[in-house]
């Protein structure tokens, strides 16, 4: 089982940048894919990114191409989301996830439902 700890929610202002970091509990977490979502109030979880095992693959929503990037650090037992060029319709909850899915589908990694273990979010707010 992995126990998921977001951080490093807040405001900032549009045009500026924020780093998420999600740690994980466990002496696994090289064994998971990692992927970050997002939820607005009102709307439904939304696909951000995804990482595999060892970070050589990431895939990313188009609406955060560009601008966020993700990244693990397996020997920390951590994810991260760097977020750049912030915009107001990026205000969210943002979440952590862990899919221990075997095989690497850019098909798969979007779902929510595909993934096993979730954190309890951090909020990021973007002023105007």
Do not use: H
């Amino acid at each position: 089982q992995v126990q998921l700890v977001e951080s490093g929610g807040g405001l900032v202002q549009a045009g500026g940048s924020l780093r998420l970091s999600c740690a994980a509990s466990g002496r696994t977490f090289s064994s998971y894919i990692m992927g970050w979502f997002r939820q607005a109030p009102g709307k439904e979880r939304e696909f951000i990114a995804a990482i595999s095992w060892s970070g050589g693959r990431t895939y990313y929503a188009d609406s955060v191409k560009g601008r966020f990037t993700i990244s693990r650090d397996n020997a920390k037992n951590t994810v991260y989301l760097q977020m750049d060029s912030v915009k107001p319709e990026d205000t969210a909850d943002y979440y952590c996830a862990a899919t221990s899915l075997k095989e690497w589908r850019s098909d798969y990694v979007y779902i929510p439902s595909w993934y096993d273990y979730w954190g309890q979010g951090t909020q990021v707010t973007v002023s105007s």
